[in-house]
């Protein structure tokens, strides 16, 4: 470039250069439509009235965000709902115990105090009386989502985790069986749910020709109330089992076999040597996993779309569903919108506690 | 206490045999090296005494325990790995205290157990940091503390000093030989470093191919080994060999131009022999011819000039005082017949 005195960019220039496909596709489709969708949660937005009179829109500052999250003569007691608001002064209460015991590092007890406090904060509120919610099913399906969070996360996790454990030696069959294992992350939400649909189906099912076999009554289990989201959870971790169990070979490989060798002689073997070496030494893994299907599991729309319609009587209603439906069969774009943003800053926390997690050493 | 027998122990894997029935006895307290060139099966074999191998055949026992099918953790033994193998996860002092712990010891007596080895390795400043934080020379004063906390009959180690510079490693050699006078356990010992080898042992285990060489005490396989391997294998800059033939009662070198007489007996004329010399004991004849001088390293107090001969056959000679060749010198080589080794060619057996 030089030899023929051409003028010769900078390194930062060039790095701008070979920047910007990047900046401007990540700036036209996820930072502009970020800002316009918060934009839209500022505005009584109709979707089909807009779309014919752009002009048929009104700001209304927050008041969507209020119609969607609070409610008339809403009050706060300690006991609204004892069992939340419990765990989190147990959790509160541990979090100041382990530090002064020196037995958890400031990160985490910080965050534990935190998750705590919100904990007894936020079940608190309830409408007094006369009161009510202005939306009756948002909180109950902010509820759902965090049941199906809290179920799945750790069904993945722990399964991909026994998997990969069990999966971690270099023969042939293995090779199989963690490409059988995978396909399943392939399929699409379609695929998966149909599967399932036909395997809980309590007809034909697989799992109620197991049952009828060992003489119980086959479980209806999209329609029941107390089986209808354990349901949903089990395809998802089904489904998403793949990447988690990767993610742990990889994680599982990169501990060395010495360690186990000097474990042998150290008398731990078996499962002594998965819980004194091996776990600790795939603390940053298993943190990674699980805040990874954390924020991915919050954005949960087709299996319960496809699987129960959110049924029955809204109990696998989950967060991104009812935005879809607020948005696109109520046409209420703003409030769906301030959803959204609701849900945004849910997964935001999510991942600046991965980064965190992921800077210490 | 205990020693270590080996009889007839036999290692495959698979259709591939790595070791070839090996017999030793190591006695209660001995420091025994087990040396060899990479692939010899030095650390398989230490490997099977550990239990971290399985024995294909034979016995391996400690004491009077027979232990070739005992789980490792049952066997007595403590091993120092070269990688170390610390606990990356724990300090020090867990790092040390682990086995007992798994063990099943009280809190007390493990605290007390890992202040002895960390007094004894002076890893007192250390207790509360975790393997990254340390130089490789503490971690393998950590990874020996943790052997000694476990208290063995016997301590396996295996190439424990390879990971460290020059410097350190003459440290921890002094520290591993000043360790077995303190304690007194029997030590196996593996390594390629033939200096480590003659310094530590009280008993050198030469190993080629899966198969023992020779046994014995530094000193005696230095000044006499039983084949043309251990002759070349120990001692160091290594032994030089020309090849000769027996001839009317002397042996004919061409290399030398003529015949030498070995104090040997030998063997009957036209039979094809090895002629072995160490450096140190050729001496430079700067009048005489025969040799070219290719090259000299001067070390300070010794330098080593590298010759080759007509038949272009390379020797190696130490010389010692100011006194040096130069580069492209003709010079002639003396050498005192009892200092002369013969082997056959063929089987590189010693002729004595």
Known sequence: ?361 | MSGVTLGNVIKRYGDVQVIHGVDLDIDDGEFCVFVGPSGCGKSTLLRMVAGLEETTSGKIQIGPRDVTRVDPAERGVAMVFQTYALYPHMTVEQNMGFGLKMTGHPAAEIRQKTAEASRILKLDDYLERKPAALSGGQRQRVAIGRAIVRGPEVFLFDEPLSNLDAELRVEMRVEISRLHKEIGATMIYVTHDQVEAMTLADKIVVLRLGRIEQVGAPLDLYRDPDNRFVAGFIGSPAMNFVGGRVENGAVHVPAFGGPVRPEVALPADGTAVTLGIRPEHAVIDRSGDGFTVELTEALGGVSYTYLTAGTGEKLIVEERGDERSTMGDTVGLRMEPHRLYLFDKDTEARIR
């Open chain 1, 1 to 361: 470039m030089s030899a023929g005195g051409k003028k010769q960019l900078s390194q930062t220039q060039a790095a701008w250069l070979l920047l910007t496909p990047f900046l401007l596709t990540y700036a036209l489709f996820l930072v502009y439509p970020f800002l316009r969708g918060f934009w839209i949660s500022l505005h009584d937005w109709n979707l089909l009235a807009v779309a014919f009179n752009p002009d048929a829109k009104e700001y209304v500052g927050l008041r969507n965000y209020e119609r969607v999250m609070w409610g008339r003569n809403i009050a706060w007691g300690l006991f609204a709902a004892p069992l939340w608001q419990g765990t989190g002064l147990v959790g509160l209460v541990l979090s100041v115990a382990l530090v002064l015991a020196g037995r958890l590092s400031r990160f985490n007890a910080i965050a534990l105090g935190v998750i705590s406090a919100l904990l007894v904060l936020l079940p608190g509120f309830h409408p007094g009386e006369e009161g009510r919610w202005y939306d009756r099913r948002f909180w109950p399906t902010v509820g759902n989502t965090l049941v199906f969070v809290g179920l799945a996360v750790p069904g993945v996790t722990l399964s991909a985790l026994v998997l990969a454990a069990a999966m971690n030696r270099e023969t042939r069959a293995m090779g199989i069986l963690r490409t059988l294992f995978f396909l399943s992350q392939v399929l699409s939400v379609t695929v998966v749910t149909l599967i399932w649909q036909i395997m809980f189906s309590p007809r034909q099912g697989l799992i109620a020709n197991i049952t009828e076999t060992f003489g119980g009554t086959p479980i209806n289990w999209l329609t029941d109330e107390q089986f209808a989201m354990a349901a949903i959870v089990i395809a998802t971790i089904w489904w998403s089992l793949g990447i988690a169990m990767i993610l742990f070979l990889a994680g599982l490989q990169d501990i060395s076999k010495d360690i186990y060798e000097a474990a042998a002689l150290d008398n731990a073997k078996g499962v002594k040597a998965f819980w004194y070496v091996t776990l600790p030494n795939l603390q940053r893994t298993i943190t990674l996993v699980v805040v990874l299907q954390i924020i991915l599991h919050f954005q949960v729309f087709g299996q319960s779309h496809l699987m129960t319609q959110g049924g029955p009587n809204d109990t696998t209603q989950v967060l991104v569903r009812y935005i879809y439906q607020t948005g696109f069969r109520d046409s209420e774009l703003g409030r769906a919108s301030a959803m959204a943003v609701f849900l945004f800053l849910i997964m935001g926390c999510f991942s600046i506690i991965q980064f965190i997690v992921g800077r210490e050493k």
